[in-house]
T-cell receptor, first 116, second 112 residues
Framework: EAQVTQNPRYLITVTGKKLTVTCSQN?????MSWYRQDPGLGLRQIYY???????DKGDVPEGYKVSRKEKRNFPLILESPSPNQTSLYFC???????????????FGPGTRLLVL | KQEVTQIPAALSVPEGENLVLNCSFT??????LQWFRQDPGKGLTSLLL?????REQTSGRLNASLDKSSGRSTLYIAASQPGDSATYLC???????????FGTGTRLLVSP
């Protein structure tokens, strides 16, 4: 089954304790992306990757890191989480069309993070 | 910078009605536009993707149209059902087509 998986689904942590949220896709997609979703602000892009070893900042990259060492995996790293990073996080992937454009995006189920 | 707006923010209709959800975008030089559905606490599910060369795309009871010149897209839902209750989001790419900008969504409630 074609899917994007994220782990963990729920996470409660404390300020400053490093954490990693994993994301994996089995569709051989070039493009992967991380979003956060907050009430009233909608979905905002954190980082994206066009292919292995190619990553770039989205609209809200501060406080986050990513890496793309393998095509299927795109982990999100919070080196020193803070309460303002409490949010619902989504990973997504897609093929790239001509002109390098993002095609249909497939989303993971989400990770709900609470930073105390 | 691409900005995406969805109106209305919420919509409540009785079962069986046909309805239209609206999406506006500021940068008309888009490559495509996507519509998604999100159930509460869940991930997004892609409904339709319209390429810039297309004017509309259909899937079952859903029909999405795209008018680049006016910066608008609509999602038409025919014969609405309670199972259609969800939040519907549209997304358009920014300049360069490599980042998606999402609207804040329309929350739809279909009552039996």
């Amino acid at each position: 089954e074609a899917q994007v998986t994220q782990n963990p689904r729920y996470l409660i942590t404390v300020t400053g304790k490093k954490l990693t949220v994993t994301c994996s896709q089995n569709m051989n997609h070039e493009y992967m992306s991380w979003y956060r979703q907050d009430p009233g602000l909608g979905l905002r892009q954190i980082y994206y990757s066009m292919n292995v070893e190619v990553t770039d900042k989205g609209d809200v990259p501060e406080g986050y890191k990513v890496s793309r060492k393998e095509k299927r995996n795109f982990p999100l790293i919070l080196e020193s989480p803070s309460p303002n990073q409490t949010s619902l996080y989504f990973c997504a992937s897609s093929f790239l069309g001509s002109q390098g454009a993002v095609e249909t995006q497939y989303f993971g189920p989400g990770t709900r993070l609470l930073v105390l | 910078k691409q900005e995406v707006t969805q109106i209305p923010a919420a919509l409540s209709v009785p079962e069986g009605e046909n309805l239209v959800l609206n999406c506006s975008f500021t940068d008309s030089a888009i490559y495509n536009l996507q519509w998604f559905r999100q159930d509460p606490g869940k991930g997004l599910t892609s409904l339709l993707l319209i390429q810039s060369s297309q004017r509309e795309q259909t899937s079952g009871r859903l029909n999405a149209s795209l008018d680049k010149s006016s910066g608008r897209s609509t999602l038409y839902i025919a014969a609405s059902q309670p199972g259609d209750s969800a939040t519907y989001l549209c997304a358009a790419p920014n300049t360069g087509f490599q980042k998606l900008v999402f609207g804040t969504g329309t929350r739809l409630l279909v009552s039996p």
